[in-house]
């Protein structure tokens, strides 16, 4: 995979466009902001044009859940729009979590889930861009502060999602990794942020990743890692700091 951004540097003769497309966890847009100030830093002579576009509340399958305020947005009323706007090299896509709509796992969610990512890849190698999937980040029951539902309750929510919810999200992401989407590259976020909760848990029983569904700073600076490695081929140190968090 690391040779996506190579390749494209010289096919275009010029710094790549990278465009990152994504949900709240990406419309939030530090870990995008902490890769392009790592790249300033270390690698002023690659610079990448980084193009943010998170979209909060969005999936890749088009479900949302009763209880949402509103039907939850869907990358494909966009992907077109935005690929032509953009004009990317590279896209990077980051979908799963809003997509089993915080319910306990179906399969015919998770076909929804493959449907969309599947159409997704393709119409951006489509559009002539190279294609890296990022896992969904998992969901951490232990953060949560709202009410956290059985498998048989009546109804659910983002704001009261089912227990157990992460098992529907290890499943998606196995099927990503498991090459089931066709794709350059998957970048792994499950396993390095479920290390992160471990460690900082060991440390402080009573450490919040975020606010469960949405990484905490830390996590920010694990997914950014996890990108400078695999689309630049460099390993930047993390550090676990107590008064500043985990930085790179």
Known sequence: MRNILKDRITLNNRNPRILFLGDSITADGQYIRLTGEWLNTHRPERTAELIPSGVPSETVSGLSEAAHPYPRPCVHERLARELAGAAPDVVIACYGMNDGIYHPFSEERFAAYKAGMLALS??????????????????????????????????????????????????YAGWLLSGGCPADGVIDLRTPLLELIRHERSQNAAYRYGDGIHPDTPGHRVIARMLIRELFGAEPVLRIDKQFGAGL
């Open 122 to 171: 393709t119409r951006i190698r489509e559009a002539g861009a190279g294609v890296v999937l990022m896992t969904p980040p998992p969901f951490d029951a232990l953060s949560m502060t709202g009410e956290l539902q059985p498998a048989d309750a009546a109804d659910f929510s983002y704001l009261a999602p089912y227990r157990e919810y992460d098992r529907g999200l290890e499943r």
